[in-house]
T-cell receptor, first 113, second 114 residues
Framework: NAGVTQTPKFRILKIGQSMTLQCTQD?????MYWYRQDPGMGLKLIYY???????DKGEVPNGYNVSRSTTEDFPLRLELAAPSQTSVYFC????????????FGPGTRLLVL | AQSVTQLGSHVSVSEGALVLLRCNYS??????LFWYVQYPNQGLQLLLK??????LVKGINGFEAEFKKSETSFHLTKPSAHMSDAAEYFC????????????FGTGTRLKVLA
């Protein structure tokens, strides 16, 4: 049981490039989330999903897109990378109800230059 | 509106001393309350949570927290700090009332001094 896995662990992007951060969970959780973590700012919710085919914006969605075609996968897409998107990105999942414990992946560190 | 406030972005304690990390929340409906810990270069992991029932909740690694509704608080304590407790700690509140809300505090970095 791997829990929540994220790839890549670290990536450097040039301004204007695109990339997809991958997230997979094997706990059959309905709820999945993407957060970004900046120093001293805690976690900011980017997007979340309550099930396959259903996604919704969080607090800071601009510059990102998501899709949820399966229960297991919840990729995050950056279309035109900007220096402001330099951050550590965490994917998480939780069980039915959404108010339960969230299980986090190890994170992706992204540097946009 | 729902919110979480963690007092003190940095807390230092001596090894063996009491750890107290403060968390206050606001919510118009009964909340679920959580403490998560983040070790360097890792994701967050659950320390403990309060859903219903007993207001004193025990978690992993000797930590506990008490839900005090009258004070809207959920402070985290540990009687005796260990060097391995050095990490960042996040309080979170979760509610469902027609819509779903899950909010994290801004975190408290705990430093343990030898």
């Amino acid at each position: 049981n791997a829990g929540v896995t994220q790839t890549p662990k670290f990536r450097i992007l040039k301004i204007g490039q695109s990339m997809t951060l991958q997230c997979t969970q094997d706990m059959n959780h309905n709820y999945m989330y993407w957060y970004r973590q900046d120093p001293g700012m805690g976690l900011k919710l980017i997007y979340y999903s309550v099930g396959a085919g259903i996604t919704d914006k969080g607090e800071v969605p601009n510059g990102y897109n998501v899709s949820r075609s399966t229960t297991e996968d919840f990729p995050l897409r950056l279309e035109l990378a900007a220096p402001s998107q330099t951050s550590v990105y965490f994917c998480a999942s939780s069980g039915q109800g959404g108010v339960e414990t969230q299980y986090f992946g190890p994170g992706t560190r992204l540097l946009v230059l | 509106a729902q919110s979480v406030t963690q007092l003190g972005s940095h807390v230092s304690v001596s090894e063996g001393a009491l750890v107290l990390l403060r968390c206050n929340y606001s919510s118009s409906v009964p909340p679920y309350l959580f403490w998560y810990v983040q070790y360097p270069n890792q994701g967050l992991q659950l320390l403990l949570k309060y859903t219903t029932g007993a207001t004193l909740v025990k978690g992993i690694n000797g930590f506990e927290a008490e839900f005090k509704k009258s004070e809207t608080s959920f402070h985290l304590t540990k009687p005796s700090a260990h060097m391995s407790d050095a990490a960042e700690y996040f309080c979170a509140v979760s509610t469902f009332s027609g819509t779903y809300k899950y909010i994290f505090g801004t975190g408290t970095r705990l430093k343990v001094l030898a």
